[in-house]
């Protein structure tokens, strides 16, 4: 159904780009969904996290909380 949807959106667009991409090794490439959960406790912060790349997830959960990252 997904296929049939995705055919037919296609064919309504102005321009459609076609052809392969190749690149050097990764860090990383993750392509599931990521969820991250930080519940306060006094003065500190206990993460619930769906993560591959846990470095990352602190990083990005200290900046957004405005606190250091304590790695």
């Known amino acids: 159904m997904y296929?049939?949807?995705c055919i037919a959106a296609l064919?309504?667009?102005d321009a459609?780009?076609?052809g392969t991409v190749s690149t050097g090794?990764?860090?990383g490439m993750h392509t599931e969904t990521q969820?991250?959960?930080a519940l306060p406790q006094e003065?500190?912060?206990i993460?619930?996290?769906s993560t591959q790349v846990i470095n990352g997830t602190l990083n990005t959960a200290a900046?957004?909380?405005g606190i250091p990252a304590n790695m």
């Open 3 to 5: 296929v049939f949807l």
């Open 11 to 13: 064919k309504t667009c």
């Open 16 to 18: 459609v780009i076609e």
């Open 25 to 27: 090794e990764q860090y």
């Open 35 to 37: 969820n991250c959960t």
């Open 43 to 45: 003065g500190y912060y």
């Open 47 to 49: 993460l619930y996290a």
């Open 63 to 65: 900046k957004v909380l």
